[in-house]
């Protein structure tokens, strides 16, 4: 029988693009008024924000389980004419992790009571008219869908809180070297990619957790991976091509694969708008996966149909469906996303609502 599964999720934080934004409302005689474009031209930027989480689930997950403050810090200042240096780092303390400490596992403590992570930090530049150069810690993006990962297989995902926020917002940078060659409309794009990491599941004890036993975790591998990207931008529509081998990750639904085996990866992507509607699709194969428990090698394919509707203001509406065909092992595994963003106070003040039903 198909397992049926609906997460409800929902997200409201309040952001703050600087400190000067934020102690807007406060009086001071002394204070130095500051126009937009002096706020632009600072090399480093300061943001604070603060999120609840809200489930219908099990205790202690029920209700408002968490009220996360954070603080992210990054800086970006150009040197020599063509290059630019980008870090950013992020802190959080989340209080009702503390408050109600007992009711949580250790392992759920460890990964949500409190955090410091290091982002992004690389430098980027040209190095002629047609050829660019990043080297660092950083996100490259490959595909679509904002909500489910089809193509998007570079970059580890920090998956501890499933659907909480867009993928954009989930990927762990890792140390690469890109270049970008422009050729009229199309771009090619060689990667080689020097760190190695896992994404970030959630934690046992944790409502998203996948088994009610731990899960024996995997070394990190420390070999290097490449990957290719050729992108064409023309009149409407976007198309990529995505070439790789790279160390897989573990899907919902499917046995546990081994991350330490490289495969080869084959993909597509492709965007067509169409007034306010923004349709969307992805492929991708997978070939060498290695299971544990399992003889053998195994492919997969993967694809993906959706659509965006930006025609109200402050609005985004989408809807993702995929399919995941697993070839040899005769399991199909279906996932869909509906999720409903909207932006409030000048795009200070975001809600977010994601279901996702998988079967």
């Known amino acids: 029988m198909r397992l049926l599964s609906l997460i409800f999720l929902f997200s409201l934080y309040l952001i703050a693009e600087d400190i000067d934004e934020l102690l807007g409302g406060f009086e001071d ?6 126009n937009v474009t ?22 202690p997950h029920d209700g408002i389980y968490s009220a996360r403050t954070s603080i992210f810090f990054e800086i ?57 150069i990043k080297a660092g810690r950083q996100v490259v993006v490959w595909g679509k869908s904002d909500s489910i990962r089809i193509t ?32 009229e409309n199309w771009r090619i794009s060689p990667i080689g990619i020097f760190e190695q990491q896992f994404t970030k599941n959630p934690p046992y004890g ?62 597509s992507s492709f965007n067509f708008v169409d007034g306010n509607i923004l349709y969307k699709g992805e492929i991708a194969y997978f070939n060498g996966l290695e299971y544990l428990g399992y003889r053998g090698d195994y492919s997969r394919f993967d694809m993906l149909v959706g659509l965006e509707y930006n025609g109200f203001r402050d609005t985004k509406i989408t809807i993702d469906s995929s399919k995941r065909d697993l070839g040899d092992l005769d399991i199909n595994l279906y996932q869909s996303a509906f999720r ?20």
Do not use: C
């Open 38 to 59: 002096d706020v632009k031209s600072k090399p480093y930027r300061i943001k604070l924000s603060q999120q609840l989480l809200y489930s219908k689930a099990k205790s």
């Open 206 to 267: 944790s409502q998203f957790y996948l088994s009610f036993q731990k899960i024996p975790s995997q070394k990190e591998p420390s070999s290097p991976s490449y990957a290719l990207n050729v992108a064409g931008e023309f009149d409407r529509f976007d198309l990529d091509f995505y070439l790789a081998r790279i160390y897989p990750q573990d899907i919902f639904g499917s046995p546990l694969v081994d991350k330490t085996s490289k495969v080869d990866f084959y993909g």
């Open 152 to 183: 998007d297989v570079l970059n580890p995902l920090d998956n501890r809180l499933i659907g909480m926020v867009d993928i954009e917002d989930l990927r762990i940078p890792v140390g690469m070297l890109k270049f970008d060659y422009y050729l």
């Open 76 to 132: 970006k200042e150009r040197i020599l004419d063509n290059f630019k240096f980008k870090a950013n780092a992020k802190a959080y303390y989340d209080y009702l992790y503390d408050k109600n400490s007992k009711e949580f596992t250790k392992e759920e403590l460890r990964e949500f009571r409190d955090e410091f992570w290091i982002y992004d930090l690389y430098i980027e530049g040209a190095l002629s008219s047609n050829l660019d």
């Open 340 to 359: 409903f963003t909207r932006d409030f106070l000048n795009s200070t003040l975001h809600a977010n609502y994601l279901a996702i039903i998988n079967g």
């Open 29 to 34: 005689n002394s204070k130095v008024e500051l």
